[in-house]
């Protein structure tokens, strides 16, 4: 296991008001991620356990990628993750903040 | 809201319901649209961060809610528990967190006496990482299941997820008030590979798929009386079977023990020499057993009424 964090600053707070979403499963090139409103509106925030050790410089990328992205200030993600491609991170990353975003029932 | 908006909501999961595969949703997915709309409130959720004390010992990845999901909700209008497994996470296994979360559960059942419990099954049974822990969670669970029934709460089982239903899984199952299953749901306690490890190929070909479901299958569980009610593979269905057992399922006292006690001696007496499911179902009645196993659901469903109409006397 491999654990690594990620820490950005960002122009926009992400929609929406709720405070916690999760999506996905932990399982064989899946990961969870869930998604708490819990910082201030110019942060954002990764912790990242992963089963796939070796591979920070690539997660560095999707994860500036999604930040640009998305901008998803306020928002902190932890991730657990049995070894996903880049492109399933990317998708989960994308869902959880969709869902965060959504209007509270 | 107003009532025409909240029709039209209504109106729209169920659709959504109708589309959805139980076997294919995840455990979230299957709790939040098995119960009425917005129903759902979650105990211990995922980001009050219960994970499993065992698994980084083994270096292997956690999840925030240990693959089990509990809480309370509606069901058409009416209170009930859920609890739900997620069969892709280490198999749907029981560990000492994943246990403890539906043992909080039952307790919580049994004090409040007459509000139903659905477990939405989806496991291989004891998470072996976690060994001992996770067989005491079984054995604390099927005690407090026990609790929880004697209280006067009905305990539902719904199965038809991926992992199906095995080991510890098996044996909480069998102490449940009724249970609802899929074609794809399969109840055992040990699986296909673990019989044909300890009794050999002989005995039981775990990669004979065929043999697999005609053995542990939803059908075969119906057909022989293992579980009251078959559904076809969506959300609906559950939803709808498990509307239905909340009514119909047995209270729990020495009448339906002894009921039990004797559909158990007759089934023995009846099948007891059948080598093969086929065969039982040939001695139920069924014209062409071998027919049974590609059978569509709505056919089997009406073949099922016709040669043994669910019980709720004995359990």
Known sequence: ?105 | MSAAPIAKRDAEAEAQRKAASWYEASARERVRLFLDVHSFQEFIGPEQREISPHLHIFNLPEQFDDGMIAGRGLLEGQRVFVAAQEGRFMGGAFGEVHGAKLTGLLRAVRDAKSIPLVILFDTGGVRLQEANAGELAIAEIMRALIEARTAGAKVLGLIGGRAGCYGGGGLIAGCCSALAVSEQGRISVSGPEVIETNRGVEEFDSKDRALVWRTMGGKHRRLIGGAEIFVDDTIESFRVAAIQLCRCASAFDTAVLQSEQMRLKQRLRQFGFCPDAVDIWRSQGIENPDAVPDMAADDFIALANRIREPRYDAR
């Open chain 1, 1 to 105: 296991m491999e654990a690594l964090h990620f820490h950005h600053k960002v122009n926009q707070r992400a929609a929406g008001t709720k405070v916690m979403a999760i999506v996905g499963v932990v399982a064989s090139g899946n990961l969870e991620v869930l998604v708490e409103r819990i910082l201030p509106e110019s942060d954002c925030e990764l912790d990242i356990k992963t089963a796939a050790v070796g591979f920070g410089a690539v997660w560095e990328q999707v994860v500036a990628d999604f930040v640009e992205l998305r901008s998803p200030g306020g928002l902190k993600l932890s991730v657990n993750d049995g070894g996903a491609r880049p492109d399933t991170v990317a998708l989960r990353l994308a869902q959880a903040v969709r869902l965060i975003e959504e209007l509270d029932p």
